[in-house]
């Protein structure tokens, strides 16, 4: 479930072959759109979902249409994120190992792309500023990259987790009374990562099974 950003009236729900847009206040199905083979969403801030199976499909609610579509990954695109900073960036990951950054306004090609390390990316997040990108795959390895030049950042992360699953949500954290935190589940629990540093600083308990 994911709530349309500035509207707490609206949200959408995944399924294996659509995303149904619902209104919390009528109760009511708005919009539904096939996407077949579906393993993420994402709404960005102008409104437009991104939409992965192969192939990314980006989804206008207002017209009830899809706008285009996005080459996608080899092996399905496992993970989607719209950047915070540029409204038009929409970075995915796959199952071919890659992340690629697109310019939606320019859908032919990605602006950019580079490969997370062995095996399929299965996640990604970028820090507040979009200025950093965090990498997550079956290899059982975080990278945090720089999105304008692709490389990877001076930071490691201790190795404390398992990633065996489709796909992997990261959450970063900004606070005042903390340091900024990337949030990683694995398996019952859910660490707690200093992200300029890669120190390990929580763990949180407390599932019975797998988060």
């Given amino acids: 479930i994911q709530w349309f950003p500035g ?37 960005s801030e ?14 206008d609610p207002q017209s009830g249409a899809g706008t285009h579509t996005l080459k996608g990954h080899n092996g399905g695109t496992l993970g989607l ?4 900073a540029r409204e038009f ?3 995915s990951c796959g199952g071919d190992g890659w992340i690629k950054l697109w310019d939606i306004r320019k859908s032919y090609e990605p ?3 580079f490969q997370h390390g062995q095996g399929s990316c299965n996640g990604i997040v970028f820090s507040s500023d979009g200025i950093s990108l965090f990498s997550t795959g079956e290899d059982e390895r975080l990278h945090c990259w720089n999105v304008f030049n692709q490389r990877p950042r001076d930071v490691t992360f201790a190795p404390h987790f398992k990633n065996r699953g489709q796909k992997k ?3 970063v954290l900004e606070s005042n009374l903390e340091p900024t935190l990337l949030f990683y589940p694995t398996q019952n629990q859910i660490l707690a990562y200093n992200y300029m540093t890669g120190l390990l600083e929580y763990r949180l308990k407390g599932h019975l099974g797998n988060v």
């Fill in 169 to 171: 949500k990261m959450v």
């Fill in 111 to 113: 602006l950019a792309q």
């Fill in 81 to 84: 994120k719209w950047s915070p």
């Fill in 7 to 43: 509207d707490a009236g609206l949200f959408t729900i995944l399924t294996d072959s659509k995303v149904t847009l619902w209104d919390t206040e009528s109760l009511s199905n708005v919009y539904s759109f096939p996407v077949a083979d579906l393993i993420d969403h994402q709404w």
């Fill in 89 to 91: 960036i929409l970075a």
């Fill in 46 to 59: 102008m409104g437009l979902i991104a939409a992965s199976s192969r192939e990314i499909m980006l989804l």
